[in-house]
């Protein structure tokens, strides 16, 4: 039995950056399986097409980069024509690779926080002004890098720290709006181009599992249920925070080879 009742998002309209692939995806896929009306953006026209036809019926497939504020507005305002405003935003387009900071050029650091930060500040404040209020929900897609220092992550590591700043501000500010919004930190998960570049082999996945506190990889379809939750009723007095959605893995590493005997 589904957890959530058939249909629970019907009559709301969602709008996921960088939900051409990945988590982000399955989180427009969800979205759209519980009644939604759902529009995923993405930098590749071809794949934004791709996804929308993976989604289904309705879903409307749009591109353009967020670190670009007037393309990103020109997009949210054809998706909210097409729906009649907007009452789900999520920021998770994002930009990774595994670099020491030495190197790291100026712009490598640059495009990260760009595509991370920047993107999520456009996102939300493009959206602005089309959500249907009150009781819009956005939701920035954060990591664990956010909060404990990882090495070969400098990059990653300050634009998701820009990120959950951010976000709070945002709640401050636009909940007296009847806007709610929130984070969602997800650890590893499964079948994730993210994943693909830190964890690129079966040796790599099994050691990265091992140190998880529920000892495996998360799903799409967990974290998108968490972002479902956030958007529901049953979190209308939830704003300003960060749900992580990482089996404990932000907690640190917990392998037996922590335990002493
Ligand atoms: N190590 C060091 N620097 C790197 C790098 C790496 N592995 N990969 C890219 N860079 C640097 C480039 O050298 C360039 O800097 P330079 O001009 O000084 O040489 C800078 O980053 C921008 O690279 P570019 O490829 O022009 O940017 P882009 O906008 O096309 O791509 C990235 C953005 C770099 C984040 C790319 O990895 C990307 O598109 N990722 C999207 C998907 C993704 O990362 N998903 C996982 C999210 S968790």
């Known amino acids: 039995m589904d957890v959530y009742s058939e249909n629970i998002l019907s009559g709301r309209s969602a709008f996921i950056a960088g939900g051409t692939s990945g988590i982000n995806l399955g989180i427009a896929k969800r979205m759209a399986q519980l009644g939604a009306r759902v529009a995923v953006a993405g930098r590749n026209p071809d794949k934004a097409a791709a996804a929308a ?81 009150p009781g819009a929900s956005l939701i920035a897609i954060t990591a664990n890098q956010a909060v404990n220092a990882t090495m070969m992550q400098a990059h990653a590591c300050a634009a998701k720290a820009g990120i959950n700043q951010l976000l709070r501000v945002l709640a401050m500010e636009w909940g007296p709006h009847g806007v709610r919004v929130n984070g969602i930190s997800p650890g590893p998960i ?70 002493v005997a």
């Open 53 to 133: 036809a993976e989604i289904g019926e309705g879903a409307l497939g749009r591109s353009c980069d967020v670190r670009d504020f007037d393309a990103t507005r020109a997009v949210l305002e054809d998706v909210a024509s097409a729906f009649g405003g907007l009452d789900i935003v999520i920021s998770g387009a994002a930009g990774n690779f595994m670099a020491p900071a030495v190197g790291i050029s100026a712009n490598g650091f640059r495009t990260v926080v760009d595509i991370d930060l920047n993107g999520t500040f456009n996102v939300f404040r493009a959206s602005y002004d089309l959500l249907n209020r």
């Open 190 to 259: 499964r079948g994730t181009e993210g994943m693909a570049r830190l964890a690129p082999t079966d040796e790599a996945v099994a050691e990265r599992a091992a140190r998880v506190p529920l000892r495996r990889f998360g799903e799409a379809r967990e974290v998108a249920d968490s972002a479902v939750f956030l958007c529901t009723d049953a979190a209308s007095y939830i704003t300003g925070t960060i749900l992580n959605c990482d089996g404990g893995a932000g907690l640190g590493d917990s392998s037996d080879k922590n335990l």
